[in-house]
């Protein structure tokens, strides 16, 4: 009996380690997409971002401020998806309960689209790249490393990963309506915002012509996924502290 009251007690502690690590680090994503959109305001960035026009420009960026060669290529989306990781687990095992077939398709996507975006991100080899440009002493060197940059600036435009990551948050919300761990408020929140940057890529992609009303999406989007997270790290932190059995939190606050 003593020992069944001590193993229940540590799994219970367990489950109040990960909802609160799941909580805090949707929570630090919030601060990565502020300090992308605080960024993008900051004297020079946007132009130093407009003239990256050519392969050669973006060596240039990345000799002039390595910084901004990294997140103008997807730095701080890189780190705000690696930061959900944890946060889109808890969500899985909070809903698994009530809706565990589409909870375990929404943590599926994430994780492919992760690998996606991971594996056709290019930024550091961009930056590898630029450095060897710098060095290179004769312009056949240079054409051949013109030619690798280029190559992998269409690959790092592959937005397929960022799509499945946002796709991966929509059926997660969905699988918010079937349980009562979240409320309906968060899934209503998390589908609007994840369904207009699912179309944001979409226009991106074939729509060009609509950038400009992609833009406008895009900030709302970009505001109900930040209340999205917001709702969420609070109610994984509300989870933490609420009641527990053997299979995590109960659902009640």
Do not use: C, H
């Amino acid at each position: 009996m003593i020992k069944l009251t001590i193993q229940g007690g540590m799994k219970e502690s367990g489950w109040r380690t990960f909802y609160r690590v799941g909580g805090a680090s949707v929570l630090l994503t919030i601060l990565v997409v502020l300090a992308e959109i605080a960024i993008g305001f900051l004297p020079g960035v946007a132009l130093a971002t407009q003239r990256t026009v050519t392969v050669v420009d973006w060596f240039s960026l990345f000799q002039d401020n390595w910084f901004l060669g990294l997140r103008d290529l997807g730095l701080l989306n890189l780190i705000g998806a690696a930061l959900l990781t944890p946060a889109f687990l808890a969500i899985y095992f909070a809903l698994r309960r009530d809706a565990e077939p589409w909870a375990a398709m929404g943590a599926i996507l994430f994780f492919v689209g992760m690998a996606v975006y991971l594996s056709t991100n290019r930024a550091f080899a961009m930056l590898s790249l630029s450095g060897q440009y710098a060095r290179a002493i004769t312009d056949a060197q240079r054409a051949l490393l013109a030619g690798a940059g280029q190559a992998m600036l269409a690959e790092s435009a592959n937005r397929v990963g960022i799509f499945v990551i946002d796709s991966a948050g929509l059926v997660l919300s969905a699988a918010m309506l079937k349980s009562t761990v979240f409320g309906k408020g968060v899934a209503y929140t998390g589908m609007l915002g994840n369904a207009l940057m699912i179309f944001v890529e979409i226009i991106l992609a074939f729509a060009q012509a609509w950038i400009k009303a992609g833009l406008v999406i895009a900030i709302g989007g970009g505001i109900s996924i930040i209340t999205w997270y917001l709702l969420i790290g609070r109610r994984l932190f509300q989870l933490a502290a609420g009641p527990m059995d053997a299979n995590g939190p109960s659902g009640k606050t």
